[in-house]
DNA sequence: GGAAATAGGACTAAATTAGTCGTATTGATT
DNA sequence: AATCAATACGACTAATTTAGTCCTATTTCC
């Protein structure tokens, strides 16, 4: 939703979205901060400041979206990149690992295909 | 996991897909009756019984799988049929429930592209 | 200097999901 | 008839995750 707000006005603070979508403020605060490390969106400080789209809503997918917002996305913690072997004791024969990541592949594809210019 | 392996195998018990899978025996008992009561499993009761596939692997999408285990499978509270109108306050001007009902759309389509019969 | 904004860490509360427990029922075997 | 091995199921507890809050910096315009 702070997205959607964001293409469609240009520009505007965490205050501001807030209001509109009655969206928690402090929520919303955290929720942009991460938009903002994770470059889709700019900041700016100070008096006056406030959030801009860094990206045309166009290039940024949901599937990056959902990235920026929450630290793990996978189906599975065996998923993850790194050490996350040794997480599961089954993982050496797990039978189910190869679908799983198959399925995953194709559910971020699907969900990279819809992008924040199509909530517009 | 119980699904493959009731495929491979023809038929089994609670306790052996336990054992053979790792998974807690009560915990798994609960996984098995969800699936009876949606139809993709049979069951046979007393003694010598067990479970069995109802339906061909083939024809058992991951998607159904989801909607048998899980009561809600929606990505938000709003899409559920029914009384689902009065539990968001701002559902009547909400402006991503469109595309959000797309997304789940597509989403539930890669899903169920999937069957078990891709576990094999 | 003050007001209005982002930045971020630490925390709490709510909701969800995983897992357990106790008991009933079924049905083949002895 | 008794027993044993299985499913059935409701109620509960524990663990995890997610949502939301609070406090304090820092930045920048006026």
Redesign the interface.
Known sequence: ?AL?HLAKSGNATTREISAA??IPYDLLAKVMQSLKRDGIVDSYQGAHGGYAMLISPGSVN?SRVMNALDEDTNLAECMSTGISHEQC??YENC??KD?LN??QM??E???G??TIA??L
């Open positions: 939703m959607q979508r009655q949901l004791s089954m039978t189910i679908p198959k399925l194709r559910m594809e699907s969900v295909k819809m199509e909530l």
